[in-house]
């Protein structure tokens, strides 16, 4: 069966310190990765979109890495602050047989930047 | 740029009552998505839309819900008799032409609870 997982439910971390958060999916072959945040009571918001062929991305203190081989994206938050808490989804944009998309996501996970 | 509005905000209602979400898009978006969200979950896709024509519901509870895109601009989303597992948030989104590795724009949402 298809499947999307993201790293446990809830990560806590230092204020300074790098947040890694990982999404894992199965029996899927997504052309794009993409990342979006989500805030209590408000819709996600789109942070970065990585190919299949790119192997990583960059936006200010945003990485995104995607291995199509481990099946695997990794979403880095350097220097994290209190503000980059928030639920961040991982979505799969597959292909339709068109050029078409559409995103599968995962559950999220909630990080939490502690002063 | 306005973004995508979506209305009501929140809404209780007893089961097997109706009841129904309007959402306008971002102005000159061609695609129209509806997503469920359950508490803990990410979003998931109910019916997508390509200007005023279905492109996917298959995810669509067809006996009870339903959705229309008169002009292809705006949308409703109906349920109608509802149950108490449709409580969720429903996410209304739009994207420029739907295409792969678009990004895709969220509205707030409305907060449904089924009693």
């Known amino acids: 069966s298809q499947k999307i997982e993201q790293n446990s439910e809830a990560l806590n971390i230092q204020e300074g310190k790098t947040a890694t958060l990982t999404c894992n999916y199965t029996n899927y072959s997504p052309a794009y990765l993409q990342w979006y945040r989500q805030d209590p009571g408000r819709g996600p918001v789109f942070l970065l979109l990585?190919?299949?062929?790119?192997k990583e991305k960059r936006k200010e203190r945003l990485k995104v890495t995607f291995d199509t081989t481990l099946k695997q994206s990794l979403f880095h938050i350097t220097a994290s602050q209190p503000a980059d808490s928030a639920t961040y989804l991982c979505?799969?944009?597959?292909?339709?047989?068109?050029?078409?998309?559409?995103?599968?996501f995962g559950r999220g996970t909630q990080l939490t930047v502690w002063p | 740029e306005a973004g995508v509005a979506q209305s009501p905000r929140y809404k209780i209602i007893e089961k097997r009552q109706s009841v129904a979400f309007w959402c306008n898009p971002i102005s000159g978006h061609a695609t129209l998505y509806w997503y469920q969200q359950i508490l803990g979950q990410g979003p998931k896709l109910l019916i997508q839309f390509q200007n005023n024509g279905v492109v996917d519901d298959s995810q669509l509870p067809k006996d009870r819900f339903s959705a229309e895109r008169l002009k292809g601009v705006d949308s409703t989303l109906k349920i109608q008799p509802a149950k108490l597992e449709d409580s969720a948030v429903y996410l209304c989104?739009?994207?420029?032409?739907?295409?792969?590795?678009?990004?895709?724009?969220f509205g707030p949402g409305t907060r449904l609870l089924v009693l």
């Open positions: 989104a739009s994207s420029l032409r739907g295409i792969l590795g678009e990004t895709q724009y």
């Open positions: 979505a799969l944009d597959m292909n339709r047989g068109s050029t078409l998309g559409r995103l599968y």
């Open positions: 990585i190919r299949e062929n790119e």
